[in-house]
């Protein structure tokens, strides 16, 4: 093998150097290999010192593990996992750390993957990559671009629209499927049996069940509290104002929409009353704005959204002193 081809293999496995163009002669040139292990697709014998290989087998998937840095991983999911998407699959870091990788079909044949020159699979790239690469090809274009004279708008808002462009996305992954990943940063994968969108390393690090979709049975899924409501998925009441997660979110999808208290805020509107009911006067008093804690806003309660739920001037909280100094017991 030339010494130019041999040295361009070897970087098209460095991280910051690498390429689609390059690696797809990588992957090429593994076909004079006779090995047939996944590693054995990749690379030559010879070649595979330079960067080390790892390979994450289903047993670790299903129990959750860290695929380390700048490594050739192989990842082998188990054939009764359930499908999951690159998200899920990967903790949903991909808009924090660049990763790329392709999985292997089920009928892969090396020999058709020599005479194709492409990638044996289909290729899977994080967001923050996908975002580099596109940077990098358009900064590129720049400084070689020309505008020719017959080149028209519609031309330029097309070159604008296909540049780095990426194809055949690997979105969905199923189990049995066997994947190739290179990260710059370490990433926790595993697999999500539970179906609740978060991957057996996550649940492994935060504390919650695997097998239980809700960990905290306060009707919110463990992935969403997680990742998009930011609530603790083993706590029901992650803020402590006496209304439990699956309550402040109402339709439980995840996220604050309109009219829903901050399940992560003990006082949504900041008027000094928690959103449910809690102890105050080292546990002497009960105080609150939703009194019977059920999440809906009934005669005689506040506003958990509004600092002057009646509209009259009065802050509630000065409402409630008022009744207090008077001897209510209704406050």
């Not at 010494?3 to 690696?23: A, D, E």
Request: with cysteine.
């Amino acid at each position: 093998m030339p010494r130019p081809l041999l040295h361009g293999i070897r970087k098209s496995m460095q991280w910051l150097t690498v390429s689609l163009g390059v690696l797809t002669l990588a992957v090429v040139v593994t076909a004079v290999d006779q090995g047939t292990s996944l590693e054995g697709r990749l690379l030559p014998s010879h070649l595979r010192g330079a960067v080390p290989w790892k390979t994450i087998s289903a047993d670790q998937m299903e129990k959750g593990t860290t695929a380390p840095a700048d490594t050739n991983v192989i990842i082998q999911i188990p054939d009764d996992a359930s499908q999951m998407t690159l998200d899920v699959l990967t903790g949903y870091r991909g808009r924090d750390i660049r990763f790329w990788g392709y999985c292997f079909p089920e009928n892969y044949d090396r020999d058709s993957a020599l005479s194709k020159r492409q990638f044996p699979g289909t290729i899977f790239l994080s967001h923050k990559e996908r975002e580099m690469r596109l940077e990098q090809q358009m900064n590129l274009r720049q400084e070689n671009f020309t505008v020719e004279e017959d080149l028209t708008e519609e031309d330029l808002n097309q070159e604008r629209t296909y540049r780095g462009a990426i194809r055949h996305q690997q979105e969905i992954f199923r189990g049995g499927t066997s994947c190739y990943l290179m990260t710059e940063q370490p990433l926790p994968i595993g697999t999500d049996n539970d179906k609740d969108r978060a991957n057996s390393a996550v649940e492994r690090d935060i504390g919650s069940d695997a097998q239980n979709a809700d960990t905290d049975a306060d009707g919110i899924k463990d992935g969403p509290e997680t990742f998009f409501l930011a609530t603790n998925p083993v706590l029901r009441d992650s803020d402590g104002d006496g209304l439990i997660d699956g309550i402040e979110d109402t339709n439980r999808n995840g996220h604050r929409d309109n009219g829903e208290t901050d399940a992560t805020k003990w006082d949504t509107d900041g008027d000094g009353l928690c959103d449910g009911i809690c102890k105050v006067d080292k546990g002497r008093r009960l105080r609150g704005e939703d009194k019977n804690i059920n999440g809906v806003l009934d005669e005689g309660e506040f506003d958990p959204l509004l600092i002057d739920s009646d509209g009259d001037d009065i802050l509630d909280l000065q409402e409630v002193f008022v009744c207090e100094l008077g001897g209510g017991t209704e406050c």
